[in-house]
């Protein structure tokens, strides 16, 4: 069983930027996709990026593209979230998620983080 655990989470003004990480702890970890997703309050669990176990390949919803950057290093068996020209609807709690092949689906991603919350002020 891999476990993660996410930080970066804060309050910053609109236009800033936050950095999240997610470090995972287990022998599969590093042979993982691993996947960001966002919940926002009164909504549903949207995914926002996801990154090969290599680092290779990665993919992000429309909604981030150009703003937010997914990266690992698996020497550490960390993946962040690069989060720039942040925005007050990029407001919620953003969860890692690790799977062989989770893709854009939540339900194909075994191992799950707590969260961490990101607030945007307008």
């Known amino acids: 069983q891999v476990q993660l655990a996410e930080s970066g989470g804060g309050l910053v003004q609109a236009g800033g930027s936050l950095r999240l990480s997610c470090t995972a702890s287990g022998r599969t970890a590093s042979s993982y996709q691993m996947g960001w997703f966002r919940q926002a309050p009164g909504k549903e669990r949207e995914f926002v990026a996801v990154?090969?176990?290599?680092?290779?390949?990665?993919d992000y919803a429309d909604s981030v593209k150009g703003r937010f950057t997914i990266s690992r290093d698996n020497a550490k068996n960390t993946v962040y979230l690069q989060m720039n020209s942040l925005e007050p609807e990029d407001t919620a709690v953003y969860y890692c998620?690790?799977?062989?092949?989770?893709?854009?689906?939540?339900?194909?991603?075994?191992?799950w983080g707590q969260g961490t919350r990101g607030t945007i002020s307008s």
């Open positions: 998620a690790g799977g062989f092949h989770g893709g854009d689906r939540a339900r194909r991603y075994e191992s």
């Open positions: 990154i090969s176990w290599s680092g290779n390949s990665q």
